[in-house]
C-alpha cells in the first residue's frame, strides 16, 4: 500500500480536515527518517500515540511532535498463532504493549526477539523498519 492510499484511509476517519490530515500524515515522512513520532497537545499537554490533529481532550488542534524513545517497558505480550485476515503470511508473530513514559504504544515485537528471552518488564527500544511488501512500521527491540 503506498503512501495515496494511507492518506485516503485517513480521509475515512473522523470529521478531519485537509489540514489536520497533513499534519498528522507527518508521521510516515518522520517514519521514513526512521524517527517514531507521536503528537502532544499545545494547550493542555496531553501526549497522543498514534498521533493526533486534535486534542481529544481540550479540543485544540494546536500540536507538536516528539520523538518516542526507549528505553520503555514491556507491559505485556501475545504469541499470534491466528491472525486477522491480511495477516497470515506474518504469522506466528508477537504484538505488545510498551510503556514509554509519555505514551503507550502498542506495536509487534521484533521476529528476531524469542519468546524464552521476552519478559514483562523488561527495557525495550523501538524501531523504524520496512516489512517485505514495501510498508513503513515499527517494532520493538530488546535494548
Ligand atoms: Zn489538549
Do not use: H
Request: aromatic share 12%; with cysteine; hydrophobic share 40%.
Amino acid at each position: 500500500m503506498g503512501r495515496k492510499e494511507m492518506d485516503l484511509r485517513f480521509g475515512k476517519f473522523g470529521t478531519v480536515s485537509f489540514t489536520s490530515m497533513s499534519k498528522v500524515n507527518d508521521f510516515v515522512d518522520y517514519l521514513e527518517q526512521g524517527r517514531i513520532m507521536g503528537t502532544r497537545c499545545l494547550k493542555c499537554g496531553r501526549t497522543y500515540f498514534p498521533p493526533r490533529a486534535d486534542c481529544s481532550e481540550c479540543l485544540s488542534s494546536s500540536i507538536d511532535w516528539f520523538e518516542v524513545k526507549g528505553p520503555g517497558k514491556l507491559m505485556t505480550w501475545s504469541l499470534m498463532k491466528f491472525g486477522p485476515v491480511g495477516f497470515e503470511d506474518d504469522l506466528p508473530y508477537s504484538i505488545a504493549v510498551v510503556d514509554f513514559e509519555e505514551v503507550k504504544v502498542f506495536g509487534r515485537l521484533a521476529p528476531e526477539l524469542s519468546e524464552d528471552e521476552v519478559q514483562v518488564g523488561m527495557a525495550m527500544d523501538i524501531k523504524a523498519n520496512e516489512l517485505p511488501n514495501g510498508q513503513l512500521n515499527y517494532v520493538f527491540v530488546r535494548r
